[in-house]
C-alpha cells in the first residue's frame, strides 16, 4: 500500500458486479452517496449475466390479474411449505413486504424495465398458497449499444442459452424458432431476427439485443454509470479493512499494486462466491 494512509475514500464500496452488488450501488447512489464497485474480472456483470434472469416477487404489480388475486399471505404460506424447517418467519416478512417497493423503485427511477410472466407458475403449483401464474418477472429486452463503449465488457450470455450468439426473451419468443417451418408468421419473424443478428454481429461483433440475465446486468449497469458510480474491474478484494467490530474499508489488489480504500459509510459484500 501507499504510504501515508488510504489510497481512496469512498462513501461505499460494494464489491461484486451482479445483480446484487449493482443494485446496492444503484440504490446507494440515488440516496447521493458516492459509490465504488470492485469486481475481479475483466467483465463486470457476474453470474447474473449468464443466467435467465427471472426475479420471484409475489404482489410486485406489474401483472393485469389474469390470474386471479394474489395476497403477501398466500405466498408467505407457499414459502412456509417449500422451505419446512429453514423457515425464517422475519426475513420472509421482510422480503415479502420490500419486494413490491424494490420493483417499483428500480422501474420508476433506474433504467431497469420488466416484464410480467403470467405463464410462469411457481414451481410446486399445487403446494398451498401457490400461484398459477403471475409472481415472475423479468427484465425487459435491452439495447447494448447504449452502455457505449462499455458494451465490451459486459460478460456475454452462456453459450447453451444461445443461438449463433443470438438471445431469447421467454418462451413466447423461442415458439416462433419452434415453429418456423409450420407457421408463415413465425418463418417470417425467424427472419427478421435473423437478420437484425447478422447486422449486429457484422458491426459490433456480438449480439446488441439483450434479454433475461444479460438485459438485467446491462439495465443496473447502465443506471449506476449514469449516477457516477464507478467500476474498477480486474480489481480483487484480498483483505477488509476493521476498526474494532466496523469494517472500514478494502484492500484491493490493483495493477500490480495493493491499494487501500476508505469506505466512509460502507462496505457491501455482493461477490457471490463464485469465481
Known amino acids: 500500500m501507499s504510504q501515508g494512509g488510504s489510497d481512496r ?30 469486481e475481479k474480472d475483466s467483465l463486470y456483470g457476474g453470474t447474473t449475466a449468464r443466467s435467465g434472469g427471472v426475479l420471484w416477487v409475489p404482489c410486485h404489480g406489474l401483472g393485469d390479474g389474469s390470474n386471479g388475486p394474489d395476497s403477501p399471505e398466500a405466498a408467505r404460506r ?35 424495465a420488466f416484464a410480467n410472466l403470467p405463464e410462469f407458475p411457481d414451481y410446486h403449483p399445487d403446494r398451498p398458497g401457490a400461484s398459477q401464474g403471475g409472481r415472475s418477472i423479468l427484465a425487459a429486452p435491452y439495447d447494448a449499444r447504449r452502455l457505449g463503449p462499455r458494451m465490451k465488457q459486459l460478460r456475454p450470455p452462456l453459450k447453451e ?18 415453429k418456423v417451418t409450420r407457421s408463415l408468421r413465425s418463418a417470417a419473424y425467424v427472419a427478421r431476427r435473423l437478420a437484425a443478428h447478422a447486422v449486429e454481429m457484422l458491426r459490433h461483433g456480438r449480439a446488441t439485443r439483450l434479454t433475461n440475465g444479460n438485459a438485467l446486468a446491462a439495465r443496473l449497469a447502465q443506471s449506476a454509470f449514469g449516477l457516477g458510480v464507478e467500476l474498477w474491474l480486474d480489481t480483487p ?11 472500514i474499508g478494502v484492500v484491493v489488489q490493483r495493477g500490480g499494486e495493493r491499494l487501500r480504500v476508505n469506505a466512509r459509510r460502507g462496505v457491501v459484500l455482493a461477490a457471490g462466491g463464485f469465481p
Open 9 to 38: 475514500s469512498v462513501d461505499a464500496v460494494v464489491v461484486g458486479s451482479g445483480a446484487g452488488g449493482l443494485a446496492a450501488a444503484v440504490t446507494a447512489a440515488r440516496l447521493g452517496l458516492q459509490v465504488l464497485v470492485l
Open 78 to 112: 407457499y414459502l412456509q411449505g417449500e422451505c419446512g424447517a429453514a423457515f425464517d418467519a422475519d426475513k420472509v416478512d421482510a422480503f415479502l413486504r420490500h419486494g413490491p417497493r424494490m420493483v417499483d423503485f428500480f422501474t420508476r427511477q433506474t433504467e431497469v
Open 161 to 178: 442459452i444461445t443461438f449463433m450468439g443470438m438471445m431469447f426473451n421467454a418462451s413466447e419468443e423461442v415458439q416462433h424458432f419452434f
Open 237 to 247: 478484494v484480498v483483505e477488509l479493512l476493521r476498526e474494532g467490530d466496523r469494517v
